[in-house]
T-cell receptor, first 115, second 116 residues
């Protein structure tokens, strides 16, 4: 069973609409949770990073939330654009007691924004 | 701003051959990470280096080895290549210690390895 699971697996929305992607994780203890956007064949690009003590963070049209008690996070995309079409990956960094290194990647949600 | 550079961007090899992938981190970044992403899969952590020493090890096969050099660039050496090694290989770099308590990893564009 994956330590970081995302839903839905894929999503199609119309341009201008909002959407919310979900992430459930079992990694514990964890240091921080990140959302990445990955275009096909490109490297992941960081959207937000939240530590366990933060419960929301925004980056333009992207807003991430975190509930460390229920081990859930969401990424809300507002007023979607065609360029938002990509894979969105939830990534958790375990807390090894020091500076964290390894990232545990979620299964990703493939978002397609249609005109 | 300078980003993580990986070379080559594409590589085609035959089974049992060797391959070397290179990664040049963002200037002043001291930590390098390697990830393997198979078709339709999420990236899997292979190995990381901090100040030229291996700092963490993931699912890196014994046929692979890596090192970080004095200029902080890193190389991933892959021997006895198998068909299943065909994947996108990402390198990421970061500053290990940050005031925020976490280190943001910046990913390179990846090297697409195809094993025939």
């Amino acid at each position: 069973k994956n330590q970081v699971e995302q839903s839905p697996q894929s999503l199609i929305i119309l341009e201008g609409k909002n959407c919310t992607l979900q992430c459930n994780y079992t990694v514990s203890p964890f240091s921080n949770l990140r959302w990445y956007k990955q275009d096909t064949g490109r490297g992941p690009v960081s959207l937000t990073i939240m530590t366990f003590s933060e419960n929301t963070k925004s980056n333009g049209r992207y807003t991430a939330t975190l509930d460390a008690d229920t081990k859930q996070s969401s990424l809300h995309i507002t007023a979607s654009q065609l360029s938002d079409s990509a894979s969105y990956i939830c990534v958790v960094s375990p807390n090894y007691g020091g500076a964290t290194n390894k990232l545990i990647f979620g299964t990703g949600t493939l978002l397609a924004v249609q005109p | 701003a300078a980003g993580v550079i990986q070379s080559p961007r594409h590589l085609i090899k035959e089974k049992r051959e060797t391959a070397t992938l290179k990664c040049y981190p963002i200037p002043r970044h001291d930590t390098v990470y390697w990830y393997q992403q198979g078709p339709g899969q999420d990236p899997q952590f292979l190995i990381s280096f901090y100040e030229k020493m291996q700092s963490d090890k993931g699912s890196i096969p014994d046929r692979f080895s890596a090192q970080q050099f004095s200029d902080y660039h890193s190389e991933l050496n892959m021997s006895s290549l198998e068909l299943g090694d065909s994947a996108l290989y990402f390198c990421a770099s970061s500053l290990r210690y940050r005031l925020a308590g976490y280190n943001e990893q910046f990913f390179g564009p990846g090297t697409r390895l195809t094993v025939l």
